[in-house]
């Protein structure tokens, strides 16, 4: 059985992509920094559908997370994809000008600091398998954002984060090309999560006005059913692409 590891699998986008895989037959390990008994009814959920297993870690924190990779591909004897998931936006939204450092802080080590490292435990834990597992073909894949070229001032430590997190996709690809296991970016718009809850009534009215050309909310499912593209191997030959799932947001128009 072909096994994944998520980041950020509690709910909102995480949560749509673990359920995705278990129900194509994968085993999926999620982590989410709520304790076990909060997030008791989600697994129970989640089990219905597949096996899987719960690490509470912090992306931000890096023993943490690399040691429920770990734990979980020890567990498995494999790791055959790593979703790195996990995010935050700012608590509080502010000028430019008023970033807080530690806002900016604690958004980086979440965002990018916290995915760069899984990356890179994850390619040192899928090269050691190559030579002995069987039919094993491996990948990474970066849940970004179109933050990344889009700017938003009142967040700017979010857009920065996840700029960065663009090359970070980019040099674990170049890295690992000759080992063969394809590293991926995919690029949510505006997906409906708890995370656009906030600003809902102005994205109804942007997305109504054409702010993206199919006039609707992202789903997390359909991040999720991008991710499942990645998983087939169908897309194993455009290792450092990014897909964009956005409803058209990325074209430039007239």
């Not at 002995?132 to 990344?148: F, K, L, M």
């Not at 984060?161 to 063969?180: I, P, Y």
């Amino acid at each position: 059985m072909k096994t994944a590891f998520v980041t950020g699998g509690t709910r909102g986008i995480g949560l749509a992509i673990a359920g995705a895989l278990l129900d194509a037959g994968w085993e999926v390990a999620i982590t989410g920094r709520s304790p076990l008994s909060r997030v008791a009814n989600t697994l129970d959920a989640l089990g219905a559908r597949g096996p899987v297993s719960y690490f509470p870690s912090d992306a931000a924190d890096i023993d943490a997370a690399r040691s429920a990779l770990e734990s979980a591909a020890g567990r498995w004897g494999r790791l055959d994809m790593l979703v790195n998931n996990a995010g935050m936006a700012p608590e509080t939204r502010s000028d430019l000008l008023e970033t807080a450092p530690g806002s900016f802080d604690r958004v980086m080590a979440v965002n990018l600091r916290g995915p760069f490292f899984l990356c890179q435990a994850a390619a040192r834990i899928m090269l050691r398998a190559l030579p002995r597992v069987e039919d094993y073909r491996p990948r990474i894949v970066n849940i970004g954002s179109v933050s990344a070229y889009t700017t938003s001032v009142n967040r700017g430590e979010y857009c920065v984060s996840k700029a960065g997190l663009s090359m970070v996709t980019a040099l674990f690809a170049d890295r690992l090309a000759q080992a063969n296991i394809p590293v991926f970016e995919i690029r949510p718009g505006i997906i409906r999560t708890d995370m656009t809850e906030a600003v809902a009534e102005r994205y109804d009215r942007l997305i109504a006005e054409g702010l993206t050309p199919i006039r609707r909310w992202g789903q997390p499912g359909d991040v999720a059913a991008a991710v499942l593209c990645c998983a087939s191997g169908q897309l194993d030959f455009s290792t450092g692409q990014v897909i964009n799932v956005d409803g058209g947001f990325h074209m430039r128009r007239l």
